[in-house]
Nanobody
Framework: QVQLVESGGGSVQAGGSLTLSCAGSGRMYSTHCIGWFRQTPGSDREGVAA????????YYADSVKGRFTISQDNAKKMVYLQMNNLKPEDTAMYYCAAGMCGGTWSRSQVNFWGQGTQVNVSS
């Protein structure tokens, strides 16, 4: 079993930055991908970024490429999402997730979810 706890959400103006953190506990395997999804009311959960634990390959949604950076500290079982140049459309609940890698990052790959942390970006 894997437990994921997010932190770092909050409110920021457009153009600002936030860093989300995800603390993992339990048994996480080297084949896992771990990363972030986001969801707004009435919308599907969207895969934002993921990192492949064994070789640090990364995946980013087109909407965040060049603005968001995912990183991982395996020793501390921490995953971070540095979000720069935030836009109002980045406003969402952000979820940390762990699952199987597969080239993309979709809900069907996820085995474990965190509880979420809210990000609000005002214009």
């Amino acid at each position: 079993q894997v437990q994921l706890v997010e932190s770092g959400g909050g409110s920021v103006q457009a153009g600002g930055s936030l860093t989300l953190s995800c603390a993992g506990s339990g048994r996480m395997y080297s084949t896992h991908c771990i990363g972030w999804f986001r969801q707004t009311p009435g919308s599907d959960r969207e895969g934002v970024a993921a990192v492949y634990s064994s070789n640090q390959d990364t995946y980013y949604a087109d909407s965040v490429k060049g603005r968001f950076t995912i990183s991982q500290d395996n020793a501390k079982k921490m995953v971070y999402l540095q979000m720069n140049n935030l836009k109002p459309e980045d406003t969402a609940m952000y979820y940390c997730a762990a699952g199987m890698c597969g080239g993309t990052w979709s809900r069907s790959q996820v085995n474990f979810w965190g509880q979420g942390t809210q990000v609000n970006v005002s214009s």
